[in-house]
Nanobody, 122 residues
Framework: QLQLVESGGGLVQAGDSLRLSCAAS????????MGWFRQAPGKEREFVAT????????YTPDSMKGRFTISRDNAKNTVALQMNNLQPEDTAVYHC???????????????WGQGTQVTVSS
């Protein structure tokens, strides 16, 4: 099973951008679909983006399309999340995860890292 370590979070202002990164180790990274989800205090887990094995196919909920972009580098065992035009409602802990099932719509995240905090001030 992969071990996942996220980085890149921080405190930004509304309208700023952040790029989150996730480093994977301990497994065959290219064999897994990957994704990001976020969780804010008192709220349910929210699907942010997923990406297929090769990186060709990516999926993002309609509410985040145009602002969030997922990518992967199988040679470096990394997956990234580019977030633009961040808003206070994007404040959450963002987790990188292995994704299974219907990754285009209702991914099942089966293993994830400790997360990285993103805080957006207004």
């Amino acid at each position: 099973q992969l071990q996942l370590v996220e980085s890149g979070g921080g405190l930004v202002q509304a309208g700023d951008s952040l790029r989150l990164s996730c480093a994977a180790s301990g497994g065959r990274f290219s064999s897994y679909a990957m994704g990001w989800f976020r969780q804010a205090p008192g709220k349910e887990r929210e699907f942010v983006a997923t990406i297929g094995y090769s990186g060709r196919d990516t999926y993002t909920p309609d509410s985040m399309k145009g602002r969030f972009t997922i990518s992967r580098d199988n040679a470096k065992n990394t997956v990234a999340l580019q977030m633009n035009n961040l808003q206070p409602e994007d404040t959450a802990v963002y987790h990188c995860a292995i994704a299974e099932g219907h990754i285009a719509t209702t991914p099942n995240f089966i293993s994830w890292g400790q997360g990285t905090q993103v805080t957006v001030s207004s």
